[in-house]
């Protein structure tokens, strides 16, 4: 027994001493339950003339799906002068005016000086020379799981704290960034503090995401159980640069990771971003991170763990193991990093199994490989050194080669071997026309026929529907590509809606060697974000039985399904090629992520040109070539109405863009 | 019986304990066993004066249930006011597990409560003189038959929580689509589920503070709101319908507007054409001779608050300035450049 307890227990003894005049056992506990909330109550009282009410003017009316308030939130003082810290979320509506409720009672307005867009914290200064009670702060090291924890907020009154209790879950949250509460955390008082018993401020209540970036990533967690606060204690030294109004942003290296599984896998470079810190410190594709900042890094997510905090300017020591030898570097992390282009040299490769190179199915013309005068029918064995077995290795060995230097390749042409420089150039958005066939042999013959035709896609736990449809010619040694169509919501409790499915993609599974996957939203009212899970666990589950390419797996949909492809292309790209997006926006607030040289995506979208919807359609055409992603864009305008999908030209278009996904 | 068993067990074990604590050898245990026995058995004292109530609903979203409490021996049972109520068979089963068909004595639906009245004697209750007002960060018990968990003779549920705020759901005007705006315990526990509406919110000594409010989410944020509707704001109509008097109502928010409000033209106030939905009401120009020149309002300047009343577009300033009458003053806030301004308008000659 500590010292401590002790202490506490000759408390509980002498207020036992105290209530045994009462002779009743009853109010004795009763006391202890009072006591403990009157020292919540002290607490409150305490750090109370630190909290101010905000309230924000005008702005966006709805942010992403969400509705923003106009109204009020919470912001905590942090200098005695007028600085004050809130969440970003309390400002993501971009208010024109800022109005602030000094513990006083006067009314300011203020104005936000920078930001931290890595805790996604505000920075604001009331344009007042009242003088402000500056809170206690304790350092988080000193925390510990299971004490008490009281979240703070000013939204219902200027006068009173709003007050939920609850303890702290987690003192390393959100990759390092955040302490977790069970209080209950919500607008109500994000940009409030939240602090222990006696009163101190552990952090600046905010929503968080690990996965979504943005001002509303998290808040769907809202009074959940699940809420995070935000310590100051690493933000104090950046204080002074704040108020300069310089934002603080997430230091970025500029690394790839191979392996998708972040708990077991180890950091080793898959790939190098171009012109990044990484790049700049030597690090190299096949670089193994066994130690940064001090941290030994046995598993990616240690890494993960010990970048999180860090913010772009900071220097981090790395010890990387290359071959037998461990060297030791010290980068500078950015804030920034230039996209990444994917390289192009304009070919088609034959999607025969092959284990000594990569056999030319189509040469684009006007591409670099077509100035080279390479030919359909070629054989690629070389790129540079390397040996390269298939086209997957070709594409991601060309992936990390440095845009600025020129590709040697080596080509077999029957008896002749030639060397062939050329320099890439970018993916093509144009759709080719007919291409010739993707397979030169006959398909192994099969013992066992694999089941082709409707089959059901059972998920236990879910209330979704799905079916998947295998063409008749199906081969498991050919991977086939993945139409995953999300249908639109409520749309697969009628019979109609699968049959139709089935007939529009019926032909193009059958010519191109497609599996047909359809997943349906749980609820009738709308696909909800969370499902792009459930999504890839159908695809998981067809990928359990039959053997897929994920290069040619494309997500689609029409409307909600279509930017339900989005989201689910996003967060699971490793199993995700390509996205086809029909009259489907982005959802709002959601940001694609940036391009990966290991995990390519193709975008193709199509909406009416001239369509009321068109000007934000365009829109996001636009920001994804901001990204260097190659979008392949369709007029869908109705030249005649028809029952039948299958005649519309941009489903002839996608079609034919679907045959080219493999494209190197 | 039992209960008493364990009584004395525990005064003996606190007996035991003192003299360890007096040796500074006291264990964590019998602390522990003193802070679950004062709220265990304080809910079970709780808990026989908590009933479910079933009616109407059944219906998608619609649970045909909610909850409810005793407030005489006699069978009268306080719950909120809802389409549950609206059936010709109103079933009560209290916490003993017996079923009663109940008749509504009175309601008053611009409080949402209700009173049934069940045909029963020495009924548990609460004693409504014995009701508590809550303050913020107090300790709360929430009790009802949520998600209508409990059947027959199976207790009611009990969760708990912290006043998180006391406030009234007027101050956000348009936020809340209820017929109620009066005061109201914020509450941090997820008390407002499915088949809650019409339980007891009391503090930790198990004193009656609240009726549970309804399922209700801000048309604002679209944040679900815990609360309790307070005692206090309901005694009279209690009364009112315990005494089967007519229930004097107040008048609803509508009737409270003058019949000859303030106007902008009135004040000699010109906005910036309303053209968006939420257009900021920013003043074009000032009527010359009008009150607001008087009061030097000028062009550019950006109408704030009403009163009290944060008003974020033009509709919400003419919606405020409804509730003043064209004679009374007018104090408004605006927005000048960067300083904030107190204005008052309409001032007599």
Known sequence: MTTLNKNSITKFACMLLITLGASSSQLAAQDLNQLE???????????????????TLGGLEKVGEQL??????????????????????????????????????????????????????????????????????????????????????????????????????????????????????????????????????????????????????????????????????????????????????????????????????????????????????????????????????????????????????????????????????????????????????????????????????????????????????????????????????????LATHDPEKSVQLTIQRGEESLQIELQTSTLPETISEDLPAAFANDAAELAEKPQTGELEIKLQEEANKSFAWVPEGYNPSRPAGVILWHAAPGALEKEVTKKALIKLWKEPCEKNNLILLVVGSANDSGWSRTEADVVRKCLDQLSNSYSIDPIRTVATGKKSGGSMSYLVAFKHREVIGAVAAIEAPVPRGTTPPDADPLNRLLFFTAYEDKGKDATKFAGIDKSLRAMKYSVTHVDSTKEKESEDNSDKHEYKQLIRWIDSLDRI | MIQTIKNNRLSKRILASLVFAIALLLTHSSQTALAESSLSSLIKEVQPKIVKIYGAGGLKGLESYQSGFLISAQGHVLTAWSYVLDSSVITVVTDDGRRFIAEIQGADPRLEIAILKIEAEDLTHFNLDDSVALSPSERVLAFSNLFSIATGNEPSSVLHGYVSAVTELKAKRSAYRTTYKGKVYIVDAIVNNPGATGGA?????????????????????????????????????????????????????????????????????????????KTPPYVDRVIAGSTAEKSNIQPNDLIIFVGSMLVSSQKELREELSYIDQDDLVQIMVLRGDELVDVTLNEAE
């Open chain 2, 201 to 277: 919110l009391t503090n930790q000594q198990g004193q009656l503070a609240g009726v549970l409010g309804k399922e209700l989410r801000s048309s604002i944020n679209n944040i679900w709101l815990n609360y309790s509707i307070p005692i206090s704001e309901m005694r009279d109509s209690i009364e009112d319908i315990l005494a089967e008097r007519s229930i004097n109502r107040r008048a609803d928010e509508e009737m409270d507007k003058p019949s000859q409000p303030i106007t902008l033209p009135k004040l000699g106030i010109v906005l910036l054409p309303d053209i968006l939905n």
């Open chain 1, 37 to 55: 909330q009157l020292a919540i109550q002290a607490a409150v009282e305490r750090v109370a003339p630190s909290l101010v009410q905000i309230e």
């Open chain 1, 68 to 397: 923003v308030a106009s109204g009020t939130c919470t912001g905590t003082v942090v200098t005695a002068d007028g600085y004050i810290l809130s969440s970003a979320f309390n400002f993501a509506q971009k208010p024109t005016s800022i109005l602030v409720t000094l513990p006083s009672g006067k009314r300011t307005t203020a104005k936000i000086i920078a930001r931290d867009q890595s805790r996604m914290l505000v920075l604001l200064k009331v344009n007042s020379d009242e003088q402000l009670t500056v809170p206690d702060f304790i350092e988080r090291e000193k925390l510990q799981v299971g004490q008490w924890t009281i979240a703070l907020g000013k939204t219902f009154s200027p006068d009173t704290a709003n007050v939920s209790v609850g303890v702290l879950s987690a003192v390393n949250r959100v990759w390092g960034k955040a302490v977790q509460t069970d209080a209950k955390i919500s607008p109500n008082n994000y940009g409030g503090p939240l602090v222990d018993i006696h009163g101190r401020v552990l952090g600046i209540l905010v929503p968080l995401s690990p996965q979504a970036k943005g001002e509303l990533a998290g808040s769907d967690w809202y009074d959940s159980g699940i809420g995070f606060a935000v310590p100051i204690d690493g933000l104090l030294a950046r204080f002074e640069k704040m108020k300069e109004g310089t934002d603080l942003m997430p230091g970025l290296l500029g690394i790839n990771l191979k392996g998708a599984d972040i708990v077991s896998d180890p950091a080793e470079i898959g790939a190098v971003s171009y012109n990044s810190p990484a790049q700049k410190a030597g690090i190299e594709v096949g670089d193994v991170i066994i130690k940064m900042n001090g941290n030994s890094i046995v598993r990616q997510a240690q890494l993960k763990h010990t970048l999180g905090p860090l913010y772009s300017g900071e220097v981090v020591k790395i010890s990387v193991r290359r071959e037998k030898k461990t060297i030791e570097l010290e980068v500078e992390l950015t804030d920034k990093l230039v996209p990444f282009v994917h390289p192009f040299i304009g070919i088609l490769p034959m999607r025969d199994a092959s284990a000594s190179g990569v056999v030319i199915r189509y040469v684009y013309p006007d591409s670099p490989a077509a100035n080279a005068k390479i030919v359909a029918g070629d054989l690629i064995t070389k790129l540079g050194e390397k040996q390269i077995a298939n086209s997957s290795e070709l594409r991601s060995l």
